[in-house]
């Protein structure tokens, strides 16, 4: 598995998969296939694509200790892109199609609607993990920094749940919401649960040094 991760067409071949979620959802657009309400459609379908990415982020590293293929690691930068991508484009179509791009409207909704001032920290959030997202930020920021800063994405998938929540609130329809909240609890529990076995693991004696028993 991992030669074939390695391989050179494995990355344009993601991004390529990544990329058809948005393609199937621009030709329904143009087709006017996406139902009686498309622009509600286009909203809510970005936004679940966004927090599925959000997921796909989070396994990679369970994916790769268990599986040890390490070679999943050099997919989760551009994962994390195609989350802000999504993110971005829910975002645009909530303030084009909600709201008409008017921004003191678009404000003042924020500001009103506590789903969408958790949905709009979110993605606040997220917009300096993927402006650091290259090798130069790393470098600037100093790899601890870095890994510091990108731990904020366990927040975010906290926020992109509750809002998610609040949304289908509304509807009274949270069959959905508890399989992504199942998901994301499992790979946050695997991280707890893999902190814990790392921390209780017994370190390597230096060379040289003789370990006394008790």
């Not at 949905?119 to 402006?131: I, K, M, S, Y």
């Not at 069959?175 to 994301?184: D, P, S």
């Amino acid at each position: 598995m991992n030669k074939l991760l390695l391989h050179p067409a494995a990355k344009p071949a993601v991004f390529v998969l990544c990329l058809l979620p948005f393609a199937w959802l621009a030709w329904g657009a143009f087709t006017d296939a996406l139902g009686a309400n498309p622009a509600e459609y286009l909203i809510r379908s970005t936004g679940d694509w966004t927090l599925r990415f959000i997921c796909i982020v989070l396994a990679v590293t369970p994916l790769r200790v268990m599986t040890k293929t390490n070679a999943l690691a050099r997919f989760r930068r551009m994962l994390g892109l195609f989350a802000y991508f999504y993110v971005v484009v829910h975002l645009l179509s909530y303030s084009l199609f909600d709201m008409g791009f008017d921004i003191p409207e678009i404000a003042k909704d924020i500001a009103k609607r506590p789903f969408i001032l958790v949905g709009f920290t979110a993605f606040v959030l997220l917009t300096p993990l993927a402006a650091t997202s290259f090798n130069r930020a790393i470098k600037a920021l100093g790899a601890k920094r870095w890994q510091t800063l990108h731990k904020l994405v366990y927040v975010i998938a906290g926020l992109g749940l509750l809002h998610f929540f609040w949304m289908r609130a509304g509807k009274n329809n949270f069959a959905e919401v508890f399989v992504y909240a199942a998901i994301i609890a499992a790979l946050l529990g695997w991280r707890v649960w893999n902190f814990a076995r790392n921390k209780r693991a017994p370190r390597p004696v230096p060379a040289g040094r003789v370990q006394l028993s008790k």
